[in-house]
């Protein structure tokens, strides 16, 4: 798993907001698609812990819990999470959907991933770059932040676009 470094500097509000609409219509964007496959999609309020949209069948007999992570236009690099998405959950119908935003004229490329598999994957990823050596032969200093960049995403190159995986609880 490859690591970038994070600018320390704070952000200005301009650049916070572009991230805030980039993950909004990230979650508009899979409530739609669940929307135009029969399911009843809703985007959570933002305290929402762990969840951003929820989607019932229309039978209600199945229901999913949705995290969503948005990669903006033009981001190339990857995905960036706090460390909070390694946190496993016990309910088996809870996903990861990292929504891959393309051109204006593009639909969007899903990965539709549980929640377990993308929190375990991420848990070691982390700890495999701890335990190897930065610049100059010193040792990565843990921090919050995980990434997954461009060519890590062909490790769940399995879940792009597969939203049948929410129908049948794999």
Not at 12 to 25: K, Y
Not at 78 to 105: H, M, P, T
Not at 122 to 146: C, F, M, V, Y
Request: proline share 4%.
């Amino acid at each position: 798993m490859e690591r970038e470094t994070v600018p320390k500097s704070k952000e200005s509000a301009g650049s916070r907001a572009a991230l805030n609409i980039t993950g909004v219509a990230g979650e508009y964007f899979v409530a739609a698609e669940l929307s135009r496959r029969g399911w009843i999609a809703t985007v959570t309020l933002k305290n929402t812990p762990m969840i951003d949209v929820m989607a019932t069948k229309q039978d209600a007999k199945r229901t999913v819990l949705i995290q969503v992570k948005t990669r903006s236009i033009g981001n190339r690099k990857g995905w960036v999470f706090g460390k909070g998405i390694e946190q496993k959950v016990k309910r088996q119908n809870s996903y990861v959907i990292l929504v891959d935003l393309k051109a204006v004229n593009e639909n969007p490329d899903y990965f539709i991933i549980p929640k377990n598999v993308f929190a375990d994957w991420i848990a070691e990823g982390h700890q495999k770059w701890l335990n190897t050596s930065g610049r100059d032969g010193q040792p990565h200093i843990d921090n919050p932040i995980r990434c997954l960049s461009q060519r890590d995403c062909k490790y769940f190159e399995k879940y792009r676009n597969r939203w049948e995986i929410l129908d049948t609880g794999q």
